[in-house]
């Protein structure tokens, strides 16, 4: 892993700042601003976010379970299933700590700490893909270009997260970041706590089994 793959990988927030300004009407003013009356048609109608939400993470640990620890790939898997727990876990109590209103809910983006209900800050559904993807790009882009492919998952649910005014531009950016982040440091470690606590039965592989 070399910190230039790394910095690449912190580049999603700039190349999703850039497509949410495309996308959102390249306004001129600041960064935060409602997207039109909630512009969740076409490719980013709410069911397809709901099942990238859903197929991402049961292939990272059907993957994990298939393949076990002892393979490389399955390594990645089970680093990428610790990533995705610190990220749900980061995300629900940053949601807590923030309460941030989202755009569905008031037009001035600076309503922060408005109590119970408001939990725009950050995105939980763009941080789970976020750490996702992270420990598999770190692990293959090197070798198979094509896995920088994955990065097109988080920025596509920034987009349309931002369309269905379910979060704000600064959210979306800020879940990227911290998930790459998360990511990286889950892939950063020698072993996945994931494969520490559960029994050695579980984490061997199950393509072992037939």
Not at 159 to 184: C, F, P
């Amino acid at each position: 892993m070399t910190n230039r793959r790394f910095a690449s990988i912190l580049g999603r927030p700039l190349a999703a700042a850039l497509a949410l300004w495309v996308s959102s009407g390249a306004q001129a003013g600041g960064i935060d601003h409602a997207v039109g009356p909630g512009d969740a048609t076409g490719i980013y109608q709410r069911k397809y976010q709901l099942a990238l939400q859903d197929v991402v993470p049961l292939l990272v640990i059907g993957t994990a379970l298939w393949e076990g620890d002892d393979s490389r790939l399955g390594h990645s898997a089970w680093q990428s299933t610790d990533s995705i727990l610190l990220g749900e876990v980061t995300a629900a109590g940053m949601k807590l700590a923030f309460t941030r209103a989202r755009p569905s809910q008031t037009t001035d983006s600076g309503r922060w700490f408005q109590g119970k209900g408001h939990y725009s800050f950050p995105s939980g559904e763009v941080m789970e893909i976020t750490t996702a993807v992270t420990p598999f790009v770190l692990e293959y882009a090197g070798e198979h270009p094509a896995v920088w492919a994955l990065e097109l998952l988080p920025l596509y649910d920034a987009v349309a997260r931002v369309r269905a005014q379910a979060h704000w531009q600064t959210d979306v950016l800020a879940s990227l970041a911290i998930g790459s982040a998360i990511g990286y440091y889950a892939h950063s470690r020698p072993t996945s706590f994931t494969v520490g606590v559960l029994p050695r039965g579980m984490t061997i592989g199950w393509k072992k089994s037939f």
